[in-house]
């Protein structure tokens, strides 16, 4: 199906309006968290980089940002196994990570992203979301610590999350209406 014909199939599901109140109220809940703390802001590239400044620009507490560029979609709408692009980089032992990305599905790619944190000595890593979907196929104990939206178990995309790489510009969130 090409990006049009995936327009004319998929259903609103937030408008920007909606979407930039939800991350506002992740900010304040974010700053409320740190207490002051100056945590590493890490992004996962690319589909987390609209929701990542937006929220990053509603924060009050100053953050060390970084960025993190693992995928296991490549452009398809179905997950493989996790490819590494770009791992962070910023020093984090005994520091908090905020490990910001668009959207929790399954999980995979969060929970390698946390796991590498924790390795490289972060005190405490906590995931924040733009999205997560309703479904029971998670990974055991993955869940966002913070999480704008949900979004039903359909195919999304918009504001940075892909439709075959196009559509992350999309200023909502939108749903095909049938399996892509």
């Known amino acids: 199906m090409s990006f049009e014909q995936a327009l004319e199939a998929s259903d609103v599901l937030f408008d920007r309006e909606t979407l930039q109140r939800a991350i506002a109220e992740v900010g ?3 700053d409320d968290a740190l207490d002051g703390e100056r945590a590493v802001f890490l992004t996962i590239m690319q589909g987390g980089l609209i929701f990542a400044a937006q929220l990053a620009l509603s924060m009050r507490t100053d953050v060390e940002f970084d960025y993190a560029h693992a995928t296991r979609y490549r452009g398809a709408t179905r997950g493989r196994d996790l490819q590494w692009l770009r791992k962070p980089e910023a020093p984090m032992q005994g520091r908090t990570v905020l490990l910001v990305d ?3 599905d399954e999980g995979h790619t969060l929970q390698e992203v946390r796991e590498a944190c924790l390795e490289m000595g972060a005190r405490r890593v906590l995931v924040v979301t733009l999205c997560t979907k309703l479904h ?6 993955m869940q966002a610590d913070f999480n704008g939206v949900d979004v039903p178990d359909r195919y999304v995309f918009g504001y940075g999350m892909d439709y ?3 559509g992350r510009n999309l200023p909502e969130i939108r749903a095909l209406r049938t399996p892509s």
């Open 28 to 30: 304040g809940r974010l």
């Open 102 to 104: 668009d959207i929790l």
């Open 136 to 141: 029971d196929r998670r990974v055991p104990g």
């Open 164 to 166: 075959h790489e196009q």
